[in-house]
């Protein structure tokens, strides 16, 4: 039997959408439900992804906040969590994102969609190298969040994840 293709979901800039947002003073602050930013999640997101034909894993610093704040708020079931190394404080331009080979490692060979805010070519090039199944790096504008654009591109390639 085949496996259905990973859906890696990030958070911040693709579900949450930033539009100027500043994160309050401290990162428990924005995992809390009182964030007031919570306000900008698209509820039928959840039924939109829970439609698509792959396996939802949260591949976000929330880790497993997630499913105690944004998993209810979309109403998404509590998802597996993919568990990434900790988040650096600063991104470093040029280097390979932080989350780009341990995915690749949950993936083992299996095909995946990761959507992210913060792919770039690097990570791309990277994921082609050492990842024997089939991706799909899908960078999401992160003032916007998911749209119906993004939808279709995940859709379209879900449909058909193999080469």
């Known amino acids: 039997m085949t496996q259905r293709p990973l859906l890696f979901l990030d958070v911040d800039g693709t579900l949450l959408p930033y539009g100027g947002a500043c994160r309050p003073g401290s990162w428990d602050r924005w995992q809390e439900q009182s964030n007031p ?15 698509l034909p792959c396996d939802l894993v949260w591949a976000t610093a929330w880790m497993h906040d997630a499913n105690e704040v944004i998993a209810p708020l979309l109403g998404l079931p509590e998802l597996p969590v993919a568990d990434l190394p900790d988040a650096p404080d600063e991104d470093r331009a040029g280097a390979l994102h932080w989350k780009t080979r341990t995915l690749v490692e949950i993936a083992a060979g299996r095909p995946f969609a990761w959507v992210d805010d913060e792919i770039g070519d690097l990570d791309r090039a990277w994921v082609t190298a050492h990842h024997r199944g089939h991706a799909l790096l899908h960078r999401v504008d992160s003032a916007t969040g998911l749209t119906d654009a993004d939808f279709t591109t995940l859709a379209g390639w879900l449909a058909h994840p193999l080469p």
């Open 37 to 51: 930013q919570l306000a900008k999640l698209v509820p039928g997101h959840g039924p939109r992804l829970l439609a």
